[in-house]
Each structure stands twice: as C-alpha cells, then as structure tokens.
C-alpha cells in the first residue's frame, strides 16, 4: 500500500531565511505525482508545487522548490527567503493513475518567526 | 470561476440527526472526492466519483452515502450523524493532465 511520511510534525524558521521539510513516500509504481499542499488557519488547501515522477527535473516556483530522490522515495520542500504569510501547515502528497486517489502525509506545521 | 464551493461552511448537530453537504465545482471536471480532515491527521479519503453515475468507497466510508448529481455536483450525506464524525470535510475536484486535485473551502461539522 502507498503512504505518505511527514516525520517532522513542527518547524519553525526565522524570517528572510531557508527551511526544508521532508518528506517520504513508499510506492511500487514508476508513474506517480508529488505534491505540496500548504493550509493556513483559514483551512483552504492550496497547492504549492507539485511534481512529476518520470521528470528528472525539480520543481520550482518562486520561493518553492523541491529536492525529488525517486530511488530514495524522497520529496523535500525548500522555503528560501520565509514570510510571515508562510505560516501555514504543509501537507505532502501522492498520487497515481491505478488508484485515482491522492494520499496524504499528516503535516507538519511550519512557524515563522519576526 | 467559483472553483470548487461548498455548503454549508459550518453546521451543529445532535447525534442522530441527518444532513447533506453539499459540492459543486465549475471547472468541468469529472472526478471529484469528499475528504475529511481530523487534529494530527491528513486528509482522508472518505468516498470519490470517478464520472457522473459513479461513486466508490474511499479509506473511511462509514456512516456516509454520496450521490453524484451531476458532473458538476457530488454531495455527502450523514443520514445518523455520530460524534465520531466531528471533522472538517473537504470536496475537491482533479484536473486531468495536471492531475491536480483543487479543494473547496471546507465544512466544519460539530457533532454533539
């Protein structure tokens, strides 16, 4: 069965710097999606970066970036220069075609300090 | 564009008593889900439409039924509801090629 690992359940990271949460994922597929979904206390999901499996390539946008280990089944996201409005929960997830459902990690609540 | 909308955004219940939240989403998307989301827990897969006329269970779908309507409108009904389903639902909907699943704002459910 395919699941999701957030092992870091809090992070904090002052303001202006660069924050990393990790990430795993343990799958038998070759073709899958990886996402970042980020809830803050309003509780709307929104999708922050997502990844395909057979790119090779990270995923970038703006401030966001991913480190993508396929062999290791890792998916980290990099924060670089952290906002207050960062603030958030930040949910990773997994998809594939063969079950047309997408699998949640338990979050991790990212602080941002002033 | 709406999005994916959702009603009501916040309801209290006695156990037992019965209700329908509702979805609905604009973007001519085929598969939707209902999701419900606990303290400490990701979002759970509750019960998912593949088309219009199809429904299938997702990780947790007891004490719900759903009905897809149309495409555009996939409702969850609790027909007892139970303290145990103290949550917050989410409906989404997924964008084929992107396979991108775009979520409403949520229904926070109290069960007393």
């Known amino acids: 069965a395919q699941t999701v690992t957030q092992s870091q359940p809090e992070m904090s990271v002052q303001e202006a710097e660069t924050v990393t949460l990790s990430c795993t994922y343990d799958?038998?597929?070759?073709?899958?999606?990886l996402f970042w979904y980020k809830q803050p206390p309003s509780r709307q999901m929104i999708l922050v970066i997502r990844?395909?499996?057979?790119?090779?390539q990270n995923a970038t946008e703006n401030r966001f970036s991913v480190n993508f280990q396929k062999a290791a089944k890792s998916f980290s996201l990099k924060i670089s220069d952290s906002q207050l409005g960062d603030a958030a929960m930040y949910f990773c997830?997994?998809?594939?075609?063969?079950?047309?459902?997408?699998?949640f990690g338990t979050g991790t609540r990212l602080q941002v300090f002033p | 564009n709406a999005g994916v909308t959702q009603t009501p955004k916040f309801q209290v219940l006695k156990t037992g008593q019965s209700m329908t939240l509702q979805c609905a989403q604009d973007?001519?998307?085929?598969?939707m889900y209902w999701y419900r989301q606990d303290p400490g827990m990701g979002l759970r897969l509750i019960y998912y439409?593949?088309?219009?006329?199809?429904?299938d269970k997702g990780e947790v779908p007891n004490g719900y039924n759903v009905s897809r309507l149309n495409k555009r409108e996939f409702s969850l009904r609790l027909e007892s509801a139970a303290p145990s389903q103290t949550s917050v639902y989410f409906c989404?909907?997924?964008?084929?090629?992107?396979?991108?699943?775009?979520f409403g704002p949520g229904t926070r459910l109290l069960v007393l």
């Open positions: 997830a997994y998809y594939t075609y063969n079950t047309d459902k997408l699998i």
């Open positions: 799958t038998s597929e070759s073709d899958y999606y």
């Open positions: 990844q395909e499996a057979y790119k090779q």
């Open positions: 973007m001519n998307h085929n598969s």
């Open positions: 439409s593949a088309s219009e006329g199809t429904t």
């Open positions: 989404a909907s997924i964008n084929r090629g992107s396979e991108t699943q775009y």
